[in-house]
């Protein structure tokens, strides 16, 4: 299980990382594709047809501001 601690601060990580159960963000994936449209979360990389990450230093900025939308 990947939390906020075991996040590596630099690099790439993939959605399944990000998401609860096994990330830090309780959110649900058409809840984090939504908040990526409109703004809310940040907007991913593509490095090849089926493969897309995030930048692991927006995520921990994600966390460190408050997850819009997990109802904390």
Known sequence: MINAATLPHT???RLKHILAPDGPIPVSKSTWW???KD??????L???ARVTVWRAE???A???NG???DGA
């Open 11 to 13: 690099g790439f990580v």
């Open 34 to 36: 939504a908040g990526v």
């Open 39 to 44: 703004g809310r979360f940040p907007k991913p």
């Open 46 to 48: 593509k490095l090849g």
């Open 58 to 60: 927006e995520i921990h």
């Open 62 to 64: 994600l966390i460190a």
């Open 67 to 69: 997850v819009p939308g």
